[in-house]
């Protein structure tokens, strides 16, 4: 039987989920693709710490090099995230002629169209299955079922951290802050949790989501990316009470020539099937001309999951090599020269429903200064939330929720940069996109 011998280069909580994975499961991988899969160097700075898996019979280094170099490995799986060195490794496991397999939705995000024709000019692939909803095959569902389609939409909650916040807050009414302290002790937050809670790591999954669903070139500064660091309490109990929940949504939409692509919080109905998602679990949307709607739905991250995913890209490579083929997929399912540019439709044409919640001081004519702004603006109100005040004198301030009929994004803007202007005015006021019409 082949041997088709592999390479690791990070040893952290996926790379120890691979190693385990690939112990565990070594002859199920070999019943299905003929051949032994042996994982033969790990690489990674810490070698001595006990990652709580068998390490017996591989090579253990502090040097990629050892792995990159080595004549005997065909397939090098880089978990090392982040940009560099995983950029200069990953380009020098391609020239050397190895095919590669990651999970880092960061590095292709941004350097993707420099990968990709690395890996064609030395006749090699890149796999990423485990960059996109961890445990979630959707990604090769859009390379393979589903290439026949043209998508019209794709819509993602592929962010575990926070999903797991607004769900806490969703469920126990409490505080952002307060949420992500108990993620962090948790394990579902890193100590900086940035990347996940501005909505970055959301931005860069929906890259690649928007590639191989539009075959379009995606430059990440051009996503209008908002995170969930000002969604409040309030915001998430008026939700309820109107009949939505609020998610951290990826969204793409074709509209044309052009493409919408936004992550932002976005309040879409309880009884639709992704406000059912909660907790550390994603699901992706996708829309095709003939398929209709289908939904992925599963672990998004995690050790074992997204262990899955990326030996998943091993055997698929594995196949491939007994078979003496390669580049039998294009990588962003797309052939290269069909790649295109779409251009991205401007955030201020969108057009929504939107929550909004201005902080008023408690006195006759607000309301009417406040609809009259909106009607000047040419948005019309839906429906009309004010609650009664708590305190005492005419000072005292309550929250007026509007929820607008559809209106594009610039008249809102402007609606709100006059009214937040008011001297009854208290707070900035905050606005929620609606997002109920998904078909």
């Known amino acids: 039987m082949k041997e088709i011998k592999v390479g690791l280069l990070g040893f952290g909580t996926i790379g120890a989920g691979v190693v385990k994975l690939l112990r565990e499961n070594r002859s199920i991988i070999e019943e299905k693709t003929g051949a032994t899969v042996s994982l033969k160097s790990v690489a990674d700075l810490d070698i001595t ?3 709580g898996v068998s390490t017996e019979g591989i090579n253990l280094t502090t040097s990629a090099d050892e792995v990159l170099n080595d004549p005997e490995i065909s397939v090098v799986i880089e978990l090392m995230g982040g940009y560099e060195p995983a950029r200069t490794f990953v380009l020098k496991a391609l020239k050397n002629g190895k095919h590669v397999v990651t999970a880092n939705k960061a590095l292709l995000a941004v350097h993707g169209q420099e990968i990709f024709a690395a890996a064609k000019e030395s006749g090699v692939e890149v796999l990423f299955e485990a960059a996109v909803g961890g445990g979630i095959p959707v990604l090769s569902a859009i390379k393979g079922n589903l290439a026949a389609n043209r998508f019209s939409t794709v819509l ?4 575990g951290t926070c999903n797991y916040i607004l769900t806490r807050m969703t469920q126990e009414g409490a505080d952002f802050a307060d949420v ?49 660091t000002s969604v409040s309490s309030v915001d998430v109990e008026f939700a309820k009470s109107l009949g939505y929940r609020i998610k951290l949504l990826a969204i793409g939409k074709r509209d044309g020539e052009r493409i919408e692509a936004r992550v932002h919080p976005t309040m879409i109905p309880q009884d639709y099937p992704l406000a059912d998602v909660h907790g550390v679990f994603n699901a992706i949307r996708l829309t095709g001309d003939f398929v209709g709607a289908v939904m992925f739905y599963g672990r998004g991250a995690g050790m074992d999951a997204t262990a ?5 890209d091993v055997v698929d490579l594995s196949r491939n090599i007994l078979a003496c083929i390669s580049r039998r997929v294009a ?3 797309y052939l290269d020269e069909k790649v295109v540019t779409l251009p991205i439709k401007p955030m201020g044409e969108i057009v929504s429903k939107y929550y909004i919640r201005f902080s008023a001081v408690d006195s006759p004519g607000v309301l009417a200064r406040i609809a009259g702004a909106l009607g000047d603006a040419g948005i019309s109100i839906a429906s ?36 937040d202007a008011f001297d009854v005015i208290r707070e900035k006021s905050c606005f929620i996109r609606i997002e109920d019409n998904l078909e």
């Open 331 to 333: 990588p962003l399912s």
């Open 308 to 312: 899955s995913a990326v030996v998943g």
């Open 156 to 159: 993602g909650i592929v962010n």
């Open 384 to 419: 009309m939330v004010q609650t009664a005040k708590n305190g005492e004198g005419e000072t005292e301030t309550v929250p007026i929720v509007i929820v607008t009929h559809e209106a594009a994004e610039a008249q809102v803007q402007q609606a709100l940069g006059q009214i």
């Open 49 to 51: 710490r006990d990652r």
């Open 180 to 228: 992500l302290k108990k993620a962090q002790e948790k394990g579902y937050a890193e100590a900086n949790p940035t990347f996940d809670i501005e909505g970055v790591d959301t931005a860069h999954k929906l890259c690649l989501l928007l590639s191989l669903c539009f075959g379009t070139r995606i430059d990440l500064k051009d996503i209008h990316t908002e995170g969930i």
